[in-house]
């Protein structure tokens, strides 16, 4: 079973950076497709919006057009964890962010993957 933990969420003014991470379980996080989604305000979890993945060697990371340019998703297969800085925050920014994690599958729909963190909020006020 593999748990994810996500952390650095917060309140921060437009324009403004955080970085998220997210911490996993097991000896095998190194062969895992690491991605994160969020979930708007007001959205049903169906709805979990995909920001951004990255494969096992961190080669060729995939970005939301929404945020490409503005984030950027990393690993350090070291410390387990993936990170997601986020510069240039805007208001419709804010959201519940999750991690999540798949053996094989490199794509944009979170039905593809099968095991998620719990989410970390990231508000940005205008």
């Known amino acids: 079973q593999v748990q994810l933990v996500e952390s650095g969420g917060g309140l921060v003014q437009a324009g403004g950076s955080l970085r998220l991470s997210c911490t996993t379980s097991?000896?095998?996080?190194?062969?895992?497709?690491m991605a994160w989604f969020r979930q708007a305000p007001g959205k049903e979890r169906e709805e979990r919006e995909f920001?951004?993945?990255?494969?096992?060697?961190?080669?060729?990371?995939n970005y939301a057009d929404s945020v490409k340019g503005r984030f950027t998703i990393s690993r350090d297969n070291a410390k387990n964890t993936v990170y997601l800085q986020m510069n240039s925050l805007k208001p419709e920014d804010t959201a519940v962010y999750s991690c999540?994690?798949?053996?094989?599958?490199?794509?944009?729909?979170?039905?593809?993957?099968?095991?998620w963190g719990q989410g970390t909020q990231v508000t940005v006020s205008s």
């Open positions: 999540a994690a798949a053996g094989t599958y490199y794509g944009n729909t979170p039905s593809g993957y099968p095991y």
């Open positions: 097991g000896r095998t996080f190194s062969r895992y497709v």
């Open positions: 920001v951004a993945a990255i494969s096992w060697s961190g080669a060729s990371p």
